[in-house]
């Protein structure tokens, strides 16, 4: 084998460990960033969780303002708004907040034929 050729052959053997070295660092950090998550923390994983026993009004308009927003509310920035008022907050509470952050809000008394149909996000009482 002539001295031309052992170049070459070097240079394609540092080519091809190089790249080897290069797929499984990259293979290795592709397996590290991807996780399982279950059906229910999928459906849950844009939802702000209430902290408190009856605070679900807070943490719903949270989620549904988080929906549409590109600045992220928590519940207690919602419950901010109401002086940190926990205990059975009204639609009209939730409204007032929703008006105070710039947001239009109307009620509506839907069918519930009419509201299974709906295919965006609302806040609903029972």
Do not use: W
């Not at 797929?23 to 059906?39: D, E, G, Q, R, Y």
């Amino acid at each position: 084998m002539d001295k031309s050729a052992s170049v070459r052959s070097k240079s394609i053997m540092q080519k091809m460990l190089l790249l080897r070295i290069f797929l499984l660092v990259f293979i290795t950090n592709f397996a590290f960033a991807f996780s399982v998550k279950s059906l229910q923390e999928l459906h849950n994983q844009n939802v702000i969780r209430q902290q408190y026993e009856e605070s679900c009004g807070a943490s719903a308009l949270a989620t549904l303002l988080n929906f549409f927003e590109f600045r992220q509310y928590s519940e207690q920035d919602i419950l901010a708004f109401l002086n940190q008022k926990t205990d059975m907050l009204s639609f009209k509470e939730l409204q007032e907040v929703a008006n105070t952050l710039g947001y239009a809000t109307k009620g509506f008394q839907l069918q519930r034929e009419i509201l299974e149909q709906t295919s965006y996000p609302l806040l609903v009482s029972p």
